[in-house]
């Protein structure tokens, strides 16, 4: 079941596509307040849109690491961006890790913070976006937030020599908020 996300007070439900009433919504309660310092985006930029994800994936792979042992490495994100209706917006995928409104605009970025977000989870983060590709929806993103998560993350254990290369696919929930100078 999904967890009650943050910003639930919101009273308008963001598109990629936009919504008419930013400045209402950002009244109506969506706060950083209750978000990590970590993870919060610096003023002087607002809420331009929210994808929520259901059921995307995690994938991992066992590989050798720097310090000879093994142990599960990141390889990358597979997860559609919803609406609060259900509509697709979206997609994230990677790497690199890639945001891709359905109108063809598409955001890459670079990880500036994670933050924890409770056993079994992939952390919370803050990504500060690149230039757009394509004009649309990500047009002038400035910054991508994790938050809401739950899942996703790789198995405690194995990982050996004898499984290297192995796969390991875990599901994940989670809200994607983009943001934009104002």
Do not use: H
């Not at 985006?41 to 331009?48: E, H, L, R, Y």
Request: aromatic letters at 8%; hydrophobic letters at 40%; glycine letters at 14%.
């Amino acid at each position: 079941m999904r967890k009650m996300p943050i910003f639930a007070g919101l009273t308008c439900a963001l598109a990629l596509s936009g919504c008419s009433t930013l400045d209402n919504m950002m009244s109506d309660g969506f706060s950083q307040s209750e978000l990590p310092a970590a993870i919060q985006v610096p003023a002087g930029n607002s809420v331009a849109m929210i994808g929520t994800v259901e059921n995307g994936n995690v994938a991992w792979v066992c590989a050798q690491q720097d310090n000879g042992r093994y142990g599960w490495k990141f390889a990358g994100p597979s997860a559609n961006l919803m609406d609060a209706s259900g509509e697709q917006l979206g997609s994230y995928y990677g790497p690199p890790a890639t945001w891709e409104s359905v109108d063809g605009s598409k955001v890459t970025g670079k990880q500036l913070a994670t933050a924890p977000a409770g056993e079994g989870n992939i952390p919370m983060q803050l990504v500060k976006a690149n230039p757009a590709m394509g004009q649309g929806a990500m047009s002038g993103v400035t910054y991508i937030q994790r938050i809401n998560l739950n899942g996703g993350k790789a198995p405690a254990g194995g990982c050996t020599a004898m499984a290297e290369g192995r796969r390991y696919i875990s599901g994940y929930t989670a809200d994607y908020v983009f943001w934009k100078a104002m």
